[in-house]
């Protein structure tokens, strides 16, 4: 089992950048596919971002060329780097884990572990 606590998240103005982190517990953290997701108000789960084990990337359309996934193994840390942000995006974030190591899915139903969200604002 896995524990995930996000942070980084705040009120910024639209255009502005933010990097959430996503801290891990225990030892095989390294194994482990992580994905980013977000919810807004009224609105389902989103897919936002997903790295496998061995550092391979995939986006939703929503987010390409502006938000970048990341992870130190080392630190037991998956970062999301969020770039010239717009109203859009304002949701409460997630950071969830899968057990597989080459898993990069965007179905929330399909992660195994969660986080418990932190908040992103974008004024605009």
């Known amino acids: 089992q896995v524990q995930l606590v996000e942070s980084g998240g705040g009120l910024v103005q639209a255009g502005d950048s933010l990097r959430l982190s996503c801290a891990a517990s225990g030892r095989t953290f390294s194994r482990y596919s992580m994905g980013w997701f977000r919810q807004a108000p009224g609105k389902e789960r989103e897919f936002v971002a997903a790295i496998s084990a061995s550092g391979g990337t995939y986006y939703a359309d929503s987010v390409k060329g502006r938000f970048t996934f990341s992870r130190d193994n080392a630190k037991n840390t998956a970062y999301l780097q969020m770039n010239s942000l717009k109203p859009e995006d304002t949701a409460v974030y997630y950071c969830?884990?899968?057990?597989?190591?080459?898993?990069?899915?965007?179905?929330?139903?399909?992660?195994?572990?969660w986080g418990q969200g932190t908040q992103v604002t974008v004024a605009s």
């Open positions: 969830a884990a899968a057990n597989r190591p080459y898993y990069t899915g965007s179905d929330p139903l399909t992660y195994d572990y």
